[in-house]
């Protein structure tokens, strides 16, 4: 073969290789925290009356939706109150639970990637903030937001100004895993029960950071959502959210100087998990769990397998 006819070959055939050649996966952008837990309310001022003077949280516009609250513990946590939907009243509350993450664009593209149902664009709230929806293997609504460039003015607040973790009721801890331990990089943190040997509670922190997600799990196995029977009462126990406190006595002794806690019956205890925690509702059931950041012990169960969030 002449000189130039070979090199022509050899470039056809790189050229060829090159374009054979898949490109490369899609990385995750980072997801760094909590960011919401949105519920619904029948009735908003008693809702604003517990975040506000009871929890301290500063109210703010909705900027997802007009006819919404929410409720700051910092620039980028709040819990997000919306009216009751339409039609038959539902036994939970929960509407969706929310995570940060440093680009929600990037984020939507990874999960279409892998195969996720995704929206075709994210949202671009008034306030700059960008999100988007997606659905679990267990029909739970799931939002990623990228918060605005300019955060809002929320000063800190004396109880808590953290969310440190948010948990809401599964029935299939291995098709959840799924999508948040092998698609999006959830990290095992603890699991416990009731039953040492009987996981009920599997937390999982988020890939990024130090927030976790804590699945409920109930049964049926094949199940979504509260199953038949269950109370509004005990979905609100299981849909819930919780704030980050270095020491419960003094949250506690804060919260009862300035009669914050009219309704509330429960005292401070030390859960399975071995951290002080303290549990109050809102006026629709849903738990508001004071938690410290560390065990006093060891916790039943399991080890932590993680470092702890801290304030």
Known sequence: MRPLAYALTILAVCGAARAATPPPPQARPPIVSVSHLAVHAADPAKSEAFYVHDLGAVKGADPENPKGARYYFSPTQFVEVLPLPPGAPRVDRLDHAAFNTADAEALRAYLAAKGVAVPAKVETGADGGRWFDVVDPEGVRVQFVQPPATLPAVPVNPLSSRIIHVGFIIHDRAKQDAFYRQ?????????????????????????????????????????????????????????????????????????????????????????????????????????????????????????????????
């Not at 890939?207 to 979905?235: C, F, H, K, N």
């Open 183 to 311: 698609i999006l990089g959830f990290r095992p943190y603890w699991f416990g029960g009731m039953k040492d040997d009987s996981p009920s509670w599997v937390s999982l922190q988020v890939p990024d950071g130090s927030d976790w997600l804590e699945y409920m799990i109930v049964a049926p196995p094949e199940g979504r959502g509260p199953p038949p029977g269950m109370s509004q009462a005990t979905a609100g126990v299981l849909d819930h959210f919780s704030l980050g406190v270095p020491d419960t006595r003094v949250a506690y002794t804060l919260l009862w100087n300035g009669d914050r806690l009219e309704g509330q019956k429960e005292t401070p205890k030390i859960g399975r998990d071995a951290k002080w925690q303290l549990n109050l509702f809102d006026p629709d059931g849903t738990r508001a769990e004071i938690m410290e950041f560390h065990a006093v012990g060891k916790p039943c169960c399991s080890p932590f397998t993680a470092a702890d969030p801290e304030k």
